[in-house]
């Protein structure tokens, strides 16, 4: 059985694949990749099943080694990408014959990276679902040096494409669109004109469970807390402060904060790649 040997992780590698749904009522968020569309885009290329997991890197610094040989994809976030020394291509399908090195540089832009394999990375499942959750403490533990991580048996389908000719992933600015949330009488008539006429920019006290805002505070119209409620990935929930912050995938499953908006999940992919220093700005 082939696998892939971890030689580096970078600032974060986790497994995700689409998540473990329909367990809220236990406590347990979905987790999964947090920009499904470039995880989704790996496996569609080297025709693995939809919910086959993979490799995400946040800021690159990934590097593996194949144990026999494997077929694998990286997407997402744009990185310097090097086999045994030699570039590489983003967005196409890769050959590694077996003790062949993958090494993943900084992304220029973006913030997250894919790596699939053909027949996926066959970790344990937990709860149906082979994500590590990083709030819960739920899945696979972080890969680290020296692990191997088997891959599973191939699909019966090929590839049918060598390379994917997507547009870059990330950038300076992005605009989410959103909904108004359902506690948005919680705020003043000009907190949501605020939130969507202002620009915010992620902060360095961002990960997988949400990224916290920096901009004009959202005032609110009433004092007091909510009792905790459900929450959504793409929620604005609002602390006492008046800034923003944006569940994503790893998001806690009830939440005692008003929520003014939720950002659309078509647009989640968006969010998922915006990095520190990145400027957001919402619209309906």
């Known amino acids: ?36 569309a470039s995880y989704a885009l790996a496996n569609r290329m ?35 990408l090097r086999v045994d020394g030699r570039g590489a291509a983003m967005n196409t399908v890769l050959r590694l014959a077996d003790g062949a090195e993958l090494v993943m540089g900084a992304p220029a832009r973006g913030l997250r990276t894919y790596l699939a394999v053909r027949g996926g990375v066959d970790v344990p499942p937990v709860l149906g679902s082979r994500s590590t959750d990083v709030l819960a403490g739920l899945g696979p533990d972080l890969p680290a040096p020296g692990d191997l991580l088997p891959v599973g048996p191939p699909p019966a389908g090929f ?44 902060t360095s006290r961002s990960d997988r469970v949400g990224a916290r805002l920096s901009g004009p505070a959202l005032e609110r119209s009433r004092d007091g807390e909510l009792p905790s409620e459900g929450m959504v990935p793409g929620s604005l929930q609002v602390p006492p402060t008046g800034e923003p912050v944006l569940f994503l995938a790893d998001h806690p499953v009830t939440g005692g904060y008003p929520v003014i908006a939720v950002v659309r999940a078509a647009n989640l992919p968006l969010a998922a790649q915006a990095r520190p220093g990145t400027a957001i700005r919402f619209t309906l």
């Open 1 to 36: 059985m082939s696998a892939l040997e971890i030689v580096a992780t970078g600032p974060l590698t986790t497994v995700q694949d689409t998540g473990r749904s329909g367990h809220a009522a236990l406590g347990v968020g979905r987790s999964g990749a947090a920009d499904a």
């Open 46 to 80: 080297l025709a693995n099943p939809a919910g086959a997991a993979a490799l995400e890197a946040t800021l690159g610094g990934l590097r593996v080694r194949a144990r026999g040989p494997v077929t694998v994809a990286v997407t997402g976030a744009g990185v310097p």
């Open 159 to 202: 590839p049918n494409v060598d390379l994917a000719p997507v547009p870059p992933v990330g950038g300076p600015e992005t605009t989410l669109r959103v909904v108004p949330g359902p506690r948005d009488d919680w705020f003043t008539g000009d907190a949501l004109k605020t939130l969507l006429t202002c620009s915010y920019e992620v």
